[in-house]
């Protein structure tokens, strides 16, 4: 299917760090590593453009990555730091002069479409982002000829999508990923799977058991995403984990051949 490129636009949690009023050693680092807007990742493959997740920091993250085209996006979940950006689609409508096709569960489009109203009305308002909501499953589906399969996998109680695109496969915000998902994932290259922090979280993996997945499904290389400031700064925890491992950061960029 040709190169893979990939962007990391953000690698933070919710909070993003730093997190406001922290004063953690994380938080007051001077490493551009430790810097993590809320996650996100940019793909280009078979000549398509497609974001994963808008979050709060979509704006600022699309500038500093400097492309204008953007052909689909395709969403993990409905929570705030995953979607509250969308309106900043506007900028691609107005350069590309048509609708950006955005793909989600039925749930999570639902939700979109009640925080982002008036995208979504009769009579628009000139100006609104212009979307094409499409209902998706864990049925591959294609962007062109780009095949896409949906990764069902749990958020606590909330059913969730990761996506693999060829041998790339992204993960965020999981703590459990069902047997079949797992069969999904199997012989990826590149494995993007979140963990959070070192210590017990009720919605997401922990470090360990980020590394429990990696160690099972033996990717080329793994990349840790949606970082909090409790999983330490990126230099010392970089340097403990084991080989073809990596904290992803913003800005990071990977070519998959």
């Known amino acids: 299917m040709g190169p893979i490129k990939v962007r990391f636009l953000g690698t933070?949690?919710?909070?993003?760090?730093?997190?406001?009023?922290?004063?953690?050693t994380v938080c007051q680092s001077s490493d551009t590593r430790d810097k993590r807007l809320r996650v996100s990742v940019f793909l280009e493959a078979l000549g398509k453009n497609i974001i994963i997740d808008t979050g709060p920091d979509f704006r600022q993250q699309v500038l500093a990555a400097g492309f204008s085209q953007l052909d689909?996006?395709?969403?993990?979940?409905?929570?705030?730091?995953?979607?509250?950006?969308?309106?900043?689609?506007?900028?691609?409508?107005?350069?590309?002069?048509?609708?950006?096709?955005?793909?989600?569960?039925?749930?999570?489009?639902?939700?979109?479409?009640?925080?982002?109203?008036?995208?979504?009305?009769e009579i628009k308002y000139p100006g609104v982002p212009e979307v094409e909501p499409i209902e998706i499953d864990a049925r591959a589906f294609y962007l062109g000829d780009l095949r896409i399969q949906p990764i069902p996998v749990k958020h606590y109680q909330l059913d969730i999508l990761g996506y693999r695109i060829g041998d790339?496969?992204?993960?965020?915000?999981?703590n459990a990923i069902p047997e079949t998902s797992m069969d999904l994932i199997r012989g990826s290259k590149v494995l993007v799977l979140n963990a959070l922090r070192t210590t017990p979280h009720i919605s997401h993996f922990t470090l360990d058991q980020a590394l429990d997945i990696i160690a099972e499904i033996q990717p080329e290389q793994a990349y840790l995403t949606h970082l909090s400031h409790q999983m330490g700064l990126h230099a010392q925890v970089q340097a403990e984990l084991p080989k073809g491992v990596y904290l992803a950061y913003d800005g990071l960029n990977l070519t998959l051949p």
């Open 12 to 24: 933070g949690t919710s909070q993003g760090i730093p997190m406001i009023g922290c004063t953690c």
């Open 72 to 121: 689909a996006i395709l969403y993990t979940h409905e929570h705030k730091d995953h979607i509250a950006g969308m309106d900043d689609v506007r900028g691609f409508n107005f350069v590309m002069k048509r609708s950006i096709p955005i793909y989600g569960m039925p749930r999570v489009l639902n939700q979109i479409k009640k925080e982002f109203y008036y995208a979504f009305e």
């Open 168 to 174: 790339f496969t992204y993960i965020t915000d999981a």
